[in-house]
């Protein structure tokens, strides 16, 4: 049987392009460090606050994704994410892995 | 001891007059505006997007990615170092050359771009309909004014396109984006079929120089043939018709469903014939105006700034001699020229290994050396993600493969089964499926023995990482296709295409392969061509010849044991 899947929140920050994930009401780096929703209401309810939040110009296009919990750790469901929240595999002196 | 060319003061390409420095700059400030405006939130990202997109700047997977413009692929040595120092100064230390000649920073920060577009504007380059629903950055031949093959230079006629589509009013805000394509010799080294519209250069029967229109070829998911509108279209009259195509597709095209906007989808449901009618009846219309006709000065004046450099005379007309991997790297990478004692190089960015089409800040400032030392300070981009130096005293290609030896560009591999075109897939790309570049690499390893690779001969892979492609899947010996299937990556093949002059559309294998599983697969269809081909087929002519199904069955004999 596979693990229960959870939500996380992504967006890019403005300024920089840069990856941020949701925690709380403000944003984190790494995916290790956000929030993980566990039923759909608390993940659309996160969401909307972070669109309503958009106004503020700190991040871009926040969107929700899939993850499971794993032996302790939270690995996203889609290879998207997973690249996403590393960096691209081929060159893994750059992106979040390179400073991991 | 060879003395060097002097380095040049400005290599036989346009260089910007009053008006296009004018231009660019004030482009540059007016979107640096845009851009203050939107940290300030004084624009919505709604309303932000489709400016920047004008400006070549995307959001991807990782960050934002700035497309650069390279006009038909040409590059002053000055232009290559400006790129190695924006690479260096505002991204990861490298770029990645496209499959459409221009060159992407993957890294770049949304409050740099102002800078960088400054920078870029000082050595008259720009980032301007890169992106977005308009005409995009003008292709051509990579060999253009150093093939003997070649009626004549098609540059000049690139660059009168370029300015002609640049912030066109009409066809800034198209149902989807265009593209544009150069050629002139029998040999298609730009796809031309493959693009919304293409321009060959051809000599009628009266021994006249015109051109050959061609629109309606494409790729992404519904991928067509470009259909021929007129096989000779006069020279002052060239424009007139460029424009009566591009207003019949703006006029007519459907704007209600994002997969049936391009020329081909219209041209395709209304019929060449058509099609064809409707042109026709706007060009008619343009040429009784006279607005558009190109008047034989202004062609002139374009093409004195590509004039034929002062190519030496009496210079030796062989090859040297200078071992087996000079030899090996001059079979492939090394094409005739016309002008006796040179040649046209290919850097292929494509070693065993290599991320293809990547370059970094280091490699380009050596190139630029290597191109003011022995190409009178010029290189192109190719749309296979190489580069070419154009004009080259064949006695200076040892000293040349010698640098490229340094470099690890002098992979003896152009147009065989590891000089792979691959996208920048799911490693970079927001709208991709599946990764690219690893499979690219993956291919390459399996292949990498020279002798292997030479025994196979000319085969063409292009791998993309969705139904864009952007790797040109469709027009591969063999094509690659990533697919999400259930959010794991997963590879379609498909066998016969071609974007060369005998153009055609690959025909897909069927169910797909997993990412472990699609370099094993290439590998038992390309056994099936070694043992089944005739004396000088290629891989293509063989699979035209002998169909889908002996591949079909070798390449799923795994799964199938």
Known sequence: ?100 | MNAPFPAPVAPNMYRYDEFDARFVGERVEQFAGQVARRLKGELTEDQFKPLRLMNGLYLQLHAYMLRVAVPYGTLSSRQIRKLAHIARTYDKGFGHFTTRQNLQFNWIKLVDVPAILRELADVEMHCIQTSGNCVRNVTADQFAGATPEEIEDPRPLAEIIRQWSSLHPEFVFLARKFKIAVGATPHDRAALQFHDMAVEVVRNAEGRVGYKVMAGGGMGRTPYIAHVMREFVEREDILAYLEAVLRVYNQDSRRDNIHKQRIKILINAIGPEEMRRRVDREFQELKRMGTLQLPREELDRITAYFAPPAFETGLPDTLPEAGPDFANWTRTNVHPHRAPGYAIATITLKTIGQVPGDCSAEQLDVIADIMDEFSLGEVRVTHEQNLVLPHVRKKDLPAIFAKLQELDFAAPNAGLITDIIACPGLDYCDLANARSIPVAQAIARKFADLDRQHEIGELKIKISGCINACGHHHAGHIGILGVDKKGVEFYQLLLGGSGAEDASIGEIMGPGFGEHDIADAVERVVGVYLAQRRPEERFLDTYRRIGMAPFKQAAFQKEAA
């Open chain 1, 1 to 100: 049987m596979s693990a229960p899947v959870f939500k996380m929140l992504t967006a890019n920050r403005l300024r920089d392009g840069d990856v941020l994930y949701r925690k709380g009401g403000g944003w984190v780096l790494t995916l290790a460090e956000a929030d993980l929703y566990a039923d759909a209401p608390a993940a659309e309810a996160a969401l909307a606050q972070a669109e309503a939040e958009l106004a503020q110009n700190i991040v871009v296009a926040p969107y929700l994704f899939d993850v499971r919990q794993e032996d302790g750790a939270v690995r996203p469901v889609k290879e998207r994410e997973i690249i996403r929240a590393a960096g691209p595999t081929v060159r893994p002196d750059t992106g979040k892995q390179a400073t991991a």
